[in-house]
């Protein structure tokens, strides 16, 4: 069959790839110039690896997701570290640990059970927290919560905690020893040894997949396909008919440095209430300093709505009432009307997912629907 795919980005990749593989002729769009989808990468002026849309450190723990993309590149082992900006200017590892216990509150911790017992005493009675505000404040009480999560989240989604969902905060783990790897209770985290761009390249390299780049997607086209795996917006393709679904977009702004002192992790998140929430260092992460260069690049995040940035989508937002969710459902229900179609992806489905997550769903629906033939 001649197969439609909307979208170059993990789902869109997974899809062509798995369908390619199974005798299909996959075309696969992007109204975008380049592949890669947000996991994009390049190297820029100054040597170093830079990812256009932010930083994206895969991790995982599913088995399944790692066979299948190790079969597209190399890959070197990264434990992703990030550190916070504390009011007095000093820097605690983020997610919270022992150090950063001790670090606010001017103790001397040296074990677990001191922290535990710490929060434990900190920590509210709230039997079933309905918001991230009362997750966090049932877990690490108020002034850890208030330090690290209140002015952080309300930059990053416009909303306070009270209105966030606990899930949007409970990607952050708790811990009480010294480890201080952002994405510790994955066995796996990795980086493409020659960048995301590489890896998705050779996804795509295959013979029964076309690339039409810089192509945005019209109804019209789907004449020439028996089917559609569709990553655009689910909203827009019904013409917004019942309401926008909101995502919340980021600016980027680059700066190149001179070589300098080493930071102490490729990640500073910032406590403050200004506009930004974090930078990166890029060639602070393995692999990234691609040529000699004297000069370092830094990228800041301003988070804003994503209709004041372009239309480029990066995160759907999930409040506490799930008002976006139930929205989501709705349009759901009227693709179900549409027998050649299916959505996926972030932007498709409407959904937070890490990229091992994107992965698993996307071989997933594409082995379904093969069975299906
Ligand atoms: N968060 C926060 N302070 C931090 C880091 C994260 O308040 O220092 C909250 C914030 O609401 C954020 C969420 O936790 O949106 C998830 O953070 P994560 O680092 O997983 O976000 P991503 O890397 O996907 O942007």
Redesign the pocket.
């Known amino acids: 069959m001649r197969i439609l795919v909307v979208g170059a980005g993990f789902a869109g990749a997974v899809y062509a790839r798995t369908l390619a593989e199974a005798g299909h002729g996959v075309t696969v769009i992007d109204k975008r110039p380049h592949i890669g989808g947000n996991a994009y990468d390049f190297a820029d002026t100054n040597g170093v690896r830079v990812h256009l849309y932010?930083p994206h450190l895969f991790h995982t723990k599913l088995q399944r997701v790692i066979d299948w993309l190790t079969r597209f590149g190399s890959f070197i082992p990264y434990e992703h570290k990030v550190r916070?900006i504390l009011p007095n200017g000093k820097l605690a590892p983020?997610p919270i640990n022992l150090d950063t216990v001790n670090a606010v509150f001017g103790t001397g911790y040296s074990t677990a059970a001191e922290v535990e017992a710490h929060l434990a005493r900190v920590a509210l009675k709230i039997a079933e927290p309905r918001n991230?505000a009362e997750h966090l404040q049932s877990r690490i009480g108020v002034e850890l919560t208030d330090l690290?999560?209140r002015p952080?989240?309300k930059k990053?989604?416009g909303f306070d905690l009270e209105d966030?969902s606990p899930s949007?905060?409970k990607?952050?783990p708790l811990r009480t020893d010294r480890v201080d790897t952002y994405f510790a209770s994955d066995e796996t985290q990795m980086l493409p040894r020659d960048g995301y761009t590489a890896l998705f390249a050779s996804m795509f390299d295959h013979p029964g997949i076309e690339l039409g780049l810089g192509t945005g997607f019209s109804r019209d086209m789907l004449k020439q396909y028996g089917f559609c795996f569709n990553a655009m917006p689910i909203d827009e393709y019904f013409g917004f008919q019942l309401g926008d679904l909101p995502y919340r977009s980021i600016r980027f702004h680059v700066r190149t440095e001179m070589d300098g002192a080493a930071w102490e992790a490729p990640v500073t998140?910032f406590?403050d209430s200004g506009p930004y929430t974090r930078e990166t260092n890029w060639d602070a992460l393995p692999r990234h300093r691609v040529e000699a260069t004297g000069r370092r690049t830094i990228t800041r995040e301003e988070p804003c709505d994503y209709r004041d940035n372009g239309m480029e989508r990066y995160?759907p937002v999930k409040t506490a009432d799930g008002r976006y969710q139930a929205l989501y459902e709705k349009y759901r229900a009227l693709a179900e009307a549409e027998p050649d179609m299916e959505f996926i992806g972030r932007c498709g489905t409407y959904q937070y997912l890490d990229m091992d997550q994107v992965i698993n769903q996307s071989l997933a629906g594409a082995e379904r629907w093969l069975k299906q033939q």
Do not use: E, L, S
Request: aromatic share 28%; no cysteine; charged share 5%.
């Open positions: 932010g916070a983020m991230a690290f999560f952080y989240t990053m989604w966030m949007v905060v990607r952050i998140n406590t995160y």
